[in-house]
């Protein structure tokens, strides 16, 4: 998939943008603060509708502005040319497709992948289970058809159930809630493994191609519980029932599930240094990239939101040599690439929420 | 506007489906467009609010005991179509391929919206199941989480009765083309396939 044009009316603090790419390797450079990683979010926005930036609507809507504006000009390696429109307001957003509305969220997830490297990735690592699991059921929501149902069923029948714990748990309709649970929690725990142990391959080979490190770099999946059934998940519901109802609210199940980053067999949060961290969730992108290339084949875009600059020169060599050829990339930088050799790249200029060609 | 006006449209707006302006818009009409409207509105309003009542039996409205629907002896009593509300009992009616009774359940399982068992008109539905002339109860109920789980929870209650729980097929819309169907349609459509004859 190319971008070939994006068109912005008051994203952030862009009032009015209109860029035509033609290289597959754009650079927006610029200081801090100008900019740059607010379009990098405009053009992720495109695949799912949502910034990668905490939030609501007003942050993205430019100061003074009743609305957001974002037009995207798409060649799609199955739908050809395609056009998206999106209007984002203080409450709530628009977008159509070629015209057409897009009613379902559902429908549009996948159809216009795109990959975002960024320094925060770390946080992947350090942080909680909680940006873990986002990062997975994203990707999942992206690829992999009927997650998302079962994502959001499992969380509706989550809250309900919940609400009946902390009422006591007693009543009849406690049961009814955990019968729509199960299957969910199933299909969850099965299209996550699934995923993880495909990722988990390919986090291995590209780590061995960006670290110099002899140790093996992996993920691996932390299933919060085991269930192949709805009816074993049920079991485990009613074995945990006690605890949940004196807590208030449902303590095992894949709203708690999480995966370790490991590195020479040793967990990475713990054990790994910062380089060795970075090496890791670069290998994660690089493995979802691959991942979602092969499940939907489309080429997801791929924003590069200031990681090149913290690469030292090897590694950034190596970088680019892991990077398919024909994938096209978004970075930012508050200084040129070096080493990229003139004519490679396709440069704005940012400037106030300006941007020019270099 | 003025202190009474403000009052009418706060009561309007509260309304189902009514928002500021379309609160705005009717109070505009009764007082000032056409005022000779008002007292024939009070008076159907007054009217209807002293004689519809809930159907004792199913839920439906009526104005005596029993509904138009219930009262009808041309109607099939083997079978009970349980709705959430009046609206879907409508819709059903009006597509005039139904002849059984129905239940009104006036609402769906939502415990985070503080609906429970208690809140539903369940008692009457038991106790019309628990009867000999009734042979089959159809689930008509929505076909969201709340709507399943209701579902789920109707099955279990009506377990001691000795009747056939079914419940309606969700696939393609009628004269809809496979391609225009969402993907989750799609997947209700063949998980309720059946054979061709």
């Known amino acids: 998939m190319k971008l070939s044009t994006i068109r912005l009316q008051n994203f952030r603090n862009i009032a009015e943008a209109s860029l035509e790419f033609g290289r597959g390797r754009v650079f927006f450079v610029g200081a801090n603060g100008q900019g740059k990683t607010n379009l990098l979010e405009a053009i992720g926005y495109v695949s799912a509708l949502r910034a990668f930036r905490p939030g609501d609507n007003r942050a993205l809507i430019r100061d003074g502005a009743g609305e957001a504006g974002i037009g995207y000009v798409l060649e799609h390696e199955r739908t050809g040319r395609s056009e998206v429109i999106v209007r984002i307001r203080l409450r709530g957003k628009e977008a159509t497709l070629d015209g057409e509305p897009v009613r379902r969220l559902a429908d549009y997830l996948g159809r216009f992948p795109t990959v975002l490297f960024s320094s925060g990735d770390i946080q992947l690592i350090r942080g909680a289970p909680a940006g873990r699991r986002r990062f997975l059921d994203l990707h999942l929501a992206g690829c992999e058809p009927g997650y998302l149902e079962a994502l959001q069923k499992y969380h509706r029948a989550l809250e309900h159930r919940n609400r009946l714990l902390k009422e006591g748990g007693a009543g009849s309709a406690l049961k009814a809630f955990e019968r729509e649970m199960a299957p969910a929690a199933v299909r969850l725990i099965a299209a996550r493994r699934q995923a993880m142990e495909k990722l988990g391959g390919l986090v291995e080979a590209f780590h061995g191609r960006i670290s110099d490190g002899a140790e093996t770099g992996t993920v691996a999946y932390r299933p919060d519980v085991e269930a192949d059934s709805a009816e ?112 490679q790249w396709q440069v704005f200029r940012v400037e106030a929420g300006v941007f020019r060609e270099a | 506007m003025t202190p009474a006006f403000d009052r009418l449209l706060d009561v309007l707006k509260r309304l189902p489906g009514l928002g500021y302006r379309s609160a705005e818009r009717i109070a505009l009409h009764l007082l000032v467009e056409k005022p000779e409207s008002l007292e024939s509105l009070v008076a159907a309003l007054r009217e209807a609010a002293g004689s519809v009542r809930p159907c004792t039996r199913c839920g439906n409205i009526a104005e005596g005991e029993l509904c138009a629907i219930c009262a009808d002896p041309n109607r099939d009593r083997a079978s009970i179509c349980v709705v959430e509300h009046v609206p879907d009992l409508i819709a059903m009616e009006r597509s005039g391929s139904y002849r059984g009774l129905y239940h ?54 009506l377990a001691g009765s000795n009747v056939r729980i079914s419940r309606i097929g969700f696939g393609l819309p009628s004269g809809g083309g496979v391609v225009f169907a969402d993907p989750v349609t799609l997947k209700s459509a063949l998980e309720g396939r059946r054979d061709y004859l």
């Open chain 2, 104 to 157: 009104v359940l006036q609402g769906k399982l939502a415990p985070i919206r503080g609906v429970g068992p208690d809140a539903l008109n369940i008692a009457p539905l038991l106790e019309r199941a628990g009867s000999d002339e009734v042979r089959e109860v159809i689930l008509a109920l929505s076909n969201d989480v709340e709507g399943e789980a209701t579902c789920h929870w109707l099955s279990d209650q």
């Open chain 1, 232 to 343: 074993a998940f049920l079991a485990l519901l009613a074995k945990n029932k006690m605890r949940d109802v004196q807590v208030g609210s449902t303590q095992r199940g894949p709203h708690r599930d999480d995966f370790a980053f490991r590195l020479g067999g040793k967990d990475a949060a713990i054990f790994a240094s910062e380089g060795q961290q970075r090496a890791l969730v670069l290998a994660l992108r690089f493995g979802q990239l691959r991942d979602v290339r092969e499940r939907s084949g489309v080429a997801p875009l791929v924003l590069a939101d200031d990681v090149l600059g913290e690469l030292d020169p090897v590694r950034r060599e190596r970088f680019w040599a892991a990077l398919e050829d024909d994938v096209q990339l978004f970075a930012t930088g508050t200084t040129l690439p070096g080493n990229a050799g003139e004519g």
